[in-house]
């Protein structure tokens, strides 16, 4: 059974790489669709997905589990 999003943050959390990796596995397609169709440029879309996993990296500590997989 796959993990779920709070199961697999909970693993990041814990400094488990490949945890954060699963999360931006799972999501980078759906977010780089999104940030192309706002910005609409391949280049800029890219770069949203980083900036956004990065800022996600550095608040791993105030996930909230009741918010995620909703």
Do not use: C
């Not at 693993?11 to 609409?40: C, I, K, P, W």
């Amino acid at each position: 059974m796959p993990l779920d999003d709070a199961a697999i943050v909970a693993l990041a959390r814990n400094g488990d790489q490949e945890g954060f990796r699963l999360l931006v596995e799972r999501h980078s397609r759906s977010l780089y669709r999104l940030a192309f169709r706002m910005t609409g440029r391949a280049e800029d879309a890219e770069d949203v997905v980083q900036e956004t996993f990065i800022k996600a990296h550095r608040q791993l500590s105030r996930f909230e589990a009741r918010w995620a997989d909703t």
